[in-house]
């Protein structure tokens, strides 16, 4: 049974930093791109960063570039996000995911099969 876990989520001020983790199950991140997406109730989940199969395509929304990093770390089987300077709008639940998108849907949702089930990020100003 494949499952991704997202942890390390939680409450920070306006400018503090969180790094969300996402351990995997059941499947092997190192053949898959792995991406963030988050969601606030009534929106649309909205693409954050994806780090392609490869390992050295990163793409991010331009809300976080320069304040986020995706990674991946193929020995643990888990995929990271590091937030620094994190600002109110940065509240929503995080998701991670894992898929092989084509090059046209990996800032896309419908670019990944499998997904977690969210860790809740709450910036304060």
């Known amino acids: 049974q494949v499952q991704l876990e997202e942890s390390g989520g939680g409450s920070v001020q306006a400018g503090g930093s969180l790094r969300l983790s996402c351990v995997a199950s059941?499947?092997?991140?190192?053949?898959?791109?792995v991406a963030w997406f988050r969601q606030i109730p009534g929106k649309e989940r909205e693409f954050v960063a994806a780090?392609?199969?490869?390992?050295?395509?990163?793409y991010y929304a331009e809300s976080v570039k320069g304040r986020f990093t995706i990674s991946k770390n193929n020995a643990k089987n888990t995929a990271d996000l590091q937030m620094n300077s994190l600002k109110s709008e940065d509240t929503a639940v995080y998701y991670c995911?894992?898929?092989?998108?084509?090059?046209?849907?990996?800032?896309?949702?419908?670019?990944?099969?499998?997904w977690g089930q969210g860790t809740q990020v709450t910036v304060s100003s």
């Open positions: 059941g499947l092997t991140l190192s053949a898959y791109s």
């Open positions: 995911a894992a898929g092989v998108p084509i090059l046209s849907t990996t800032r896309s949702w419908q670019g990944y099969r499998y």
């Open positions: 780090l392609r199969l490869s390992g050295s395509s990163t």
